[in-house]
């Protein structure tokens, strides 16, 4: 794997034995931080540790990647407490429900876990729903009273008393969480919160992302992704206008291998989805040289399902292809415009020299001074074939009839190359 785990021991005594694994949770929640958190969970677990201790600041994200991460979280055969620092809010209040204990700062909050779609509008009633419950089981898991997890997740659960009105996604302060029953304590800082658990003396690792995490979860951000498709369409576009290979070029196809980059980082996507975009590419190129549409339709039919096998939201998956796509036929439309087909790429396959009369180019030679030369038919004519004419071989045709071989024919016109013929006798 591309991984590797940065590890940090802040305190190396052994004291009493313990093991304390500090794991971060922080932005976003998205589907590389839940790579991260799988991968530093079953590292803590299989060194041995005692405890694990999510540190928590975040304004939430996806509720897939949220659902996995708790599994993860509830999987474990240790206790964990999670300590939020500044903000535990929407699917970031998810993860902190599924630890044993919640600790907070005295300026931190926890709440507002209303779920939307990746538009922004309010997510459908199943949706919802099935979030609402998962909050509940979430707070009932941990001896915790699920109204004040069902009042974050639903505005129709009426608390005036913690300021959430019907209408209102719940939000509490770290005083409010402790009288409610939802943090252990207030602390001021890591030290406080393991004496508090009779930790002082523990060993502690804290297990943080590596650089190359950090630019995978960059690279998976839902915010990021039509970002990354819209260049490398774009880029791709101007590049087929430009002559040469150049920036246009290398801004597309390096936007499409940091996609792919960050997602199989993040463990989104396989080296399949890899060997589907290098097809899908050589089917469009081959198309541009070898006409006929059903090369591109491959090819972009093959680019296409080497994102969608690469992303875990369809629906956001579709979201970002459609606006890469439509930014990119403005600027297909602008650049045609502008330019025309006469540059780059195209410049193969489109005929480049004028045809013009004056240049001595004529559609056909007239043979106006045929008409009515007479000569005999040499194949049958039915209705085309070769006829004689003053020791002139020339391809004829009849006006519909048939005619036998070496029978008398007059020439009656000349269309162009098209000389049409009649037989004497029917005259």
């Given at each position: 794997m591309f991984l590797v785990y940065g590890v940090h021991t802040v305190n190396a005594e052994n004291g009493n034995g313990k093991l304390v694994y500090v794991i971060p949770i922080e932005q976003?929640?998205?589907?590389?931080?839940?790579?991260?958190?799988?991968?530093?969970?079953?590292?803590?677990?299989?060194?041995?540790?005692?405890?694990?201790?999510?540190e928590i600041d975040t304004p939430g994200g996806r509720v897939d990647a949220a659902t996995q991460i708790a599994e993860t979280m509830q999987a474990v055969s240790v206790?964990?407490?999670?300590?939020?620092?500044?903000?535990?809010?929407?699917?970031?209040?998810?993860?902190?429900l599924n630890t044993d204990h919640i600790f907070m700062t005295a300026n931190a909050t926890m709440g507002a876990s209303?779920?939307?779609n990746t538009d922004g509008t309010a997510a459908d009633k199943k949706a919802q729903s099935a979030w609402i419950a998962a909050m509940k089981a979430a707070a009932e898991s941990k001896g915790r009273n699920s109204l004040y997890a069902e009042a974050m997740a639903d505005p129709s659960v009426d608390l005036p008393e913690l300021n959430a009105s019907s209408g209102e996604f719940l939000t509490l302060?770290?005083?409010?969480?402790?009288?409610?029953?939802?943090?252990?304590?207030?602390?001021?800082?890591?030290?406080?919160?393991?004496?508090?658990?009779?930790?002082?003396?523990?060993?502690?690792v804290e297990v943080a992302p590596t650089l190359l995490e950090r630019v995978a979860r960059f690279?998976?951000?839902?915010?990021?992704?039509?970002?990354?498709?819209?260049?490398?369409?774009?880029?791709?576009?101007?590049?087929?206008?430009?002559?040469?290979?150049?920036?246009?070029?290398?801004?597309?196809?390096?936007?499409?291998?940091?996609?792919?980059f960050g997602h199989i980082v993040a463990g989104l996507a396989g080296y399949e989805a890899i060997v589907f975009v290098i097809i899908g590419l050589v089917l469009v190129v081959a198309e541009l040289f070898v006409p006929g549409g059903i090369l591109g339709v491959l090819g972009l039919a093959s680019?296409?399902?080497?994102?969608?096998?690469?992303?875990?939201?369809?629906?956001?998956?579709?979201?970002?292809?459609?606006?890469?796509?439509?930014?990119?036929?403005?600027?297909?439309?602008?650049?045609?415009?502008r330019i025309g087909m006469e540059k780059g790429i195209f410049r193969h396959i489109i005929l480049q020299d004028a045809t013009k009369t004056e240049l001595g180019y004529v559609s056909?030679?007239?043979?106006?001074?045929l008409i009515?030369?007479?000569?005999?038919?040499?194949?049958p004519l039915r209705p085309s074939g070769t006829g004689l004419f003053d020791g002139e071989r020339l391809d004829v045709v009849t006006e519909g009839g048939y005619v036998q071989a070496q029978s008398p024919i007059r020439i009656v016109k000349a269309e162009g190359s098209r000389i049409i013929v009649r037989a004497i006798d029917n005259e």
């Open positions: 976003t929640v998205e589907k590389g931080l839940e790579s991260f958190i799988e991968r530093a969970t079953e590292k803590a677990i299989s060194e041995g540790a005692d405890h694990l201790l999510f206790e964990s407490s999670a300590y939020v620092l500044n903000e535990a809010l929407s699917a970031g209040s998810y993860l902190a209303g779920v939307i302060s770290a005083k409010d969480a402790v009288e409610v029953g939802y943090a252990d304590s207030i602390v001021d800082d890591r030290t406080e919160l393991l004496a508090k658990l009779n930790l002082s003396e523990a060993k502690v690279l998976t951000n839902p915010f990021v992704v039509p970002i990354l498709l819209t260049l490398a369409c774009v880029g791709l576009i101007i590049e087929f206008f430009s002559p040469g290979f150049g920036i246009p070029g290398l801004v597309g196809l390096g936007s499409l291998i940091l996609f792919f680019i296409i399902g080497a994102l969608f096998l690469s992303s875990a939201d369809i629906g956001h998956m579709l979201m970002s292809i459609s606006i890469a796509l439509l930014v990119s036929l403005v600027v297909f439309a602008i650049l045609f415009k056909s030679v007239s043979r106006l001074d009515g030369l007479k000569g005999i038919s040499v194949t």
